[in-house]
């Protein structure tokens, strides 16, 4: 049941029944390696997302069975499930509604009412929630200001016969990566995808705000061709030029975001050093979701 499981896209109230019927008898198997690992190695899943899994599938059962509510939702994907454990928190009776429908929200849908729930909690938000809006609306600008193709095509310099997609939401959990966005484009029938994450900054940069971003950068730049820090245009990218180079960042640019404007700041100097772009290649599962034809 296990084995592939992510490749072959088994139903998470599968694969959440055969962990539990893996560790009913103990946390390791006779070799004494947890089973959380073991299952990690047949799934494709990392452990982290497992432990997501079966966290969140639980809580939804538990929901479900106290209200008294259809369990047909467990067939869900599991960050939709996610998304409205978090909505039962804020507003049980928006998340029993969305349980009780028969239609099917989408992740970024649940996102909206998830948000909506959370501003109609009004004295409830903290001060770290309402710093969370503003950072999402600065990743909503970020989107409506490069989801231009000419915009994008001049931004990762393509010449107008390069094939170009539409940009996109990054569409859920990869083990390795988590960009806001995303783009793919084809050169001489070969795939690339350029990613885009937004810096969220409320003052100057300072040094701590740019190594946690360079840092990030590093693992998550090497799956792409492309990858490129999204700043408001009034920030100095001093820190975060010389930690690029610094570091060896080959393929991460700098791209500036004003009200009027988009400019590509800092452009990558050439492929990354160390190139993980084969790594996602493989995983045609999640190449599908991206909408990407290797």
Same mark, same amino acid.
């Given at each position: 049941?296990?084995?592939?499981?992510?490749?072959?896209?088994?139903?998470?109230?599968?694969?959440?029944?055969?962990?539990?019927?893996?560790?009913?008898?103990?946390?390791?198997?006779?070799?004494?390696?947890?089973?959380?690992?073991?299952?990690?190695?047949?799934?494709?899943?990392?452990?982290?997302?497992?432990?997501?899994?079966?966290?969140?599938?639980?809580?939804?059962?538990?929901?479900?069975?106290?209200?008294?509510?259809?369990?047909?939702?467990?067939?869900?994907?599991?960050?939709?499930?996610?998304?409205?454990?978090?909505?039962?928190?804020?507003?049980?009776?928006?998340?029993?509604?969305?349980?009780?429908?028969?239609?099917?929200?989408?992740?970024?849908?649940?996102?909206?009412?998830?948000?909506?729930?959370?501003?109609?909690?009004?004295?409830?938000?903290?001060?770290?929630?309402?710093?969370?809006?503003?950072?999402?609306?600065?990743?909503?600008?970020?989107? !409506? $200001?490069?989801?231009?193709?000419? =915009? &994008? +095509?001049? @931004?990762?310099?393509?010449?107008? /016969?390069?094939?170009?997609?539409?940009?996109?939401?990054?569409?859920?959990?990869?083990?390795?990566?988590?960009?806001?966005?995303?783009?793919?484009?084809?050169?001489?029938?070969?795939?690339?995808?350029?990613?885009?994450?937004?810096?969220?900054?409320?003052?100057?940069?300072?040094?701590?705000?740019?190594?946690?971003?360079?840092?990030?950068?590093?693992?998550?730049?090497?799956?792409?061709?492309?990858?490129?820090?999204?700043?408001?245009?009034?920030?100095?990218?001093?820190?975060?030029?010389?930690?690029?180079?610094?570091?060896?960042?080959?393929?991460?640019?700098?791209?500036?975001? !004003? $009200?009027?404007?988009?400019?590509? =700041? &800092? +452009?990558? @100097?050439?492929?990354?050093?160390? /190139?993980?772009?084969?790594?996602?290649?493989?995983?045609?599962?999640?190449?599908?979701?991206?909408?990407?034809?290797?």
């Amino acid at each position: 049941m296990l084995t592939d499981a992510r490749s072959r896209e088994v139903a998470w109230p599968l694969i959440v029944e055969a962990l539990r019927d893996l560790s009913i008898h103990g946390s390791v198997d006779d070799q004494g390696r947890p089973w959380i690992e073991v299952a990690a190695y047949l799934t494709g899943y990392s452990t982290n997302h497992l432990r997501i899994g079966q966290r969140t599938f639980s809580s939804i059962q538990t929901f479900i069975e106290l209200n008294g509510l259809k369990n047909h939702a467990l067939e869900w994907p599991i960050s939709n499930l996610e998304v409205i454990t978090r909505i039962a928190k804020t507003n049980p009776e928006r998340a029993k509604q969305i349980l009780s429908g028969d239609g099917h929200h989408s992740l970024r849908e649940l996102r909206n009412l998830y948000d909506r729930a959370r501003s109609e909690a009004g004295s409830q938000i903290s001060a770290m929630s309402a710093g969370h809006q503003s950072a999402k609306e600065f990743t909503k600008k970020i989107f !409506s $200001e490069i989801s231009n193709r000419d =915009v &994008l +095509r001049k @931004l990762l310099g393509l010449d107008l /016969d390069v094939s170009l997609g539409a940009l996109k939401l990054w569409p859920g959990r990869y083990p390795y990566v988590h960009p806001d966005f995303y783009v793919d484009f084809s050169i001489n029938g070969q795939a690339h995808i350029a990613a885009f994450e937004g810096l969220r900054f409320f003052g100057d940069v300072t040094s701590q705000v740019a190594t946690k971003a360079a840092l990030k950068a590093a693992v998550e730049a090497t799956f792409f061709s492309q990858y490129y820090w999204c700043t408001p245009s009034w920030v100095s990218i001093a820190d975060l030029e010389a930690l690029r180079d610094e570091l060896g960042l080959m393929n991460v640019g700098i791209v500036a975001i !004003s $009200e009027n404007k988009v400019e590509t =700041v &800092l +452009r990558p @100097l050439g492929p990354s050093l160390h /190139d993980r772009r084969s790594v996602l290649s493989k995983d045609k599962a999640f190449l599908r979701r991206l909408g990407v034809q290797s």
